[in-house]
């Protein structure tokens, strides 16, 4: 099976990733994807676009999810054979995030790697890692950082990290995200700090006028 997008073209990847450089610091490099709802198409979205910006970088690239407690990235991923069998290593989120201990995962054919969380009970050995810390060993080790938040409905865990990375997305769905919905998450965002670097609108459609009816 080959791993390719299922919703986001080769060229909105490289204009979004492009964006997110200019509107923020040269080395700029953690994205997140956060949606004012579940179920908007954030992970599906995430994963795209990782996938689309490891073909273009020098180095490997990250999936990192924030789900909790599936796992639901690395799950689908291995439930399609696409997985390696042996972690590449194990890194540690900071405190702020939980300090939880994640294996990174390739995927096989590409320069692409995904999270996925160790129980809350594996030992470590050390504190976790500063905030500092963990956004300088990112940096080290990683092109890009693509990471799939989920939705505040279910954690509180993408607007902590909203306030960690470089720039922010935000994941709407086309004539179903009620304004009320996405204001309150725009504002959650500001509240911390975020650097908020634009909107995907999934889903959407194109509708045809009605004059244009007649010609078809």
Excluded: C, H
């Amino acid at each position: 099976m080959t791993l390719a997008p299922l919703l986001m073209r080769p060229e909105e990847a490289s204009q979004l990733l492009f964006m997110v450089r200019q509107l923020t610091r040269e080395d700029a490099s953690i994205v997140e994807l956060v949606a004012a709802q579940p179920a908007a198409g954030t992970s599906t979205l995430s994963l795209d676009l990782a996938i689309l910006a490891a073909e273009e970088a020098g180095r490997p690239v990250l999936l990192l999810d924030l789900g909790l407690p599936r796992n639901a990235q690395a799950t689908a991923l291995e439930a399609a054979n696409l997985l390696r069998a042996d972690p590449w290593g194990t890194l540690v989120l900071p405190a702020p995030l939980g300090g939880q201990a994640f294996d990174v995962i390739p995927i096989e054919g590409t320069t692409l790697m995904v999270s996925r969380r160790l129980p809350p009970g594996f030992a470590i050995g050390e504190p976790p890692p500063t905030v500092e810390e963990f956004l300088r060993q990112m940096k080290a080790l990683f092109d890009w950082v693509i990471v799939d938040a989920p939705a505040p409905a279910r954690s509180f865990d993408g607007i902590i990290a909203a306030s960690i990375v470089d720039a922010v997305v935000m994941v709407l769905v086309a004539d179903d995200t009620r304004a009320p919905v996405a204001d309150k998450l725009r504002d959650q965002l500001v509240d911390a700090r975020a650097n908020l670097a634009g909107v995907l609108l999934n889903r959407r459609k194109f509708y045809i006028p009605k004059f244009l009816y007649r010609y078809l």
